[in-house]
């Protein structure tokens, strides 16, 4: 009995330390805004109206950037850069670390 | 508790085996309310340990039934993308039996914030969508990955146009297990124009492919790219240095890739940072009459010559006939490890495709061990 209990217990602390491992595998964090939360979010970071009254430029290629088209926002030097849905704007936003 | 107390007292007629089962899980309190409730606690502990991903499935579904309300569709979106992409590079990696997609994905909802702390977050934030672009979120969000996590190590000493062309095809690869549909966008949306506009790329990726529909690009490519990223790194090398090498291996697996059945090409690769031999299994005569030994001949040639990895390629029924020459050098002193990765071979016409095995016979580092004794 205290075989089978000695030997529960290594097994137990053994699958503790895989799964600790597992746990801790990299992750590429991808930090993403949902597209029925697209609203408030604009407005909570004040870039919603800038959008709606077209006065805003997509950082990668300077097309005008609507609520349809948005695809990312980030900070550069301190401003808050929007970026269109366009493929090569797209990737210019994984370089630029959207996942990370 | 009427209807317990019928189940729990089986009559006479009830046959012998049922009977037993029904008083073990009285035996073990599994009858009662708290019984069942236990038990599905124990499995979705079991789950949550040993099978993750079935647990996650399960999620997937209950969430499902409610995408009505819009916590039931951020989850999906969330759920599925991390769910679908991390068990298919989970599977990649396992075929291969290297860390070739290192990491998971991991989606981070963004909240209402201020400006201010936006700022100073300085984060990222790309836009997720259930509705309209589900499959144009699912195939970019693949891509990205991907691009992220592919050859994370090696991927700064190889070219750009051989870096995206492999992003494409393993991206592809996660994509038709999946979302067909996502498959679809990714072929009009991105694969296409960008073939279109970028000769380099469109090069490279009809090269790739072609190794793909011979089993070189999973099973020899990528590995022995990936291989070359551990010996490299952090080491500084010239880019002109790399960009020969790489081509280098490119151009002996493309010559092998598409030579006619009885054309003699070389089969031994060995450059700065690549050591390669290819046997190819394929001669019915030669099996007939001579059996395994000649290829077991040629393996231990290449591991006396140095050759650090050794590759067995077998199609069909021949398969069982590689296996049979690995399993010769299984515990063989020069070798370090051997290893199968299943694959497929596409005729010119797609209309038939042969079930292939590729076997690494990866060689110990005698000389590096050597060193290390004589030092």
Known sequence: ?100 | MILLKTETTPDDKTPKLIKESIEWLEWFGLLSPTGVLAAILFVLIFLYFWKPEVLGRLRLFVVGIFVAFKWARKEKVKRTIELDISSDSKQINKEIGIELLSFEPDIKWVGQTTREEFIKGNKVIIRLDYHDDKNRTYALAALGFVRKSLLHVSKRYVPEEVIESSNLIVTRKILEKHNVEALNYLHTEVLIPLLKSDQKIREMYDTLIELENKAMFYQIFLPELFRMGLLLNPKPISTETLQKEVRGLIEFLFTIATKEYDEIVPLRHRSQFFSIAIIIVARSETLTALGISPYVKRVSNALKEGYKNIYILAYNYKRKDARKIAERFKNNSLVESVHPIEGKVYHKNFEKHKECVCIVIKAKNIMVEENRETS
Not at chain 1, 30 to 46: C, M, Q, R
């Open chain 1, 1 to 100: 009995m205290v075989r089978i209990i000695s030997t529960l217990v290594k097994l137990f602390r053994q699958f503790i330390k895989e799964e600790g491992e597992r746990l801790k595998m990299n992750k590429v964090e991808v930090n993403a805004v949902f597209g029925e939360d697209i609203i408030p979010f604009l407005k909570s970071i004040e870039m919603y109206y800038p959008i709606v009254n077209g006065e805003v430029l997509c950082a990668e290629c300077a097309s005008q950037v609507t609520l349809q088209n948005f695809l990312s926002v980030y900070v550069d030097n301190g401003e808050i850069k929007v970026c269109c849905d366009d493929l090569r704007c797209y990737n210019s936003m994984i370089e630029k670390g959207a996942f990370e």
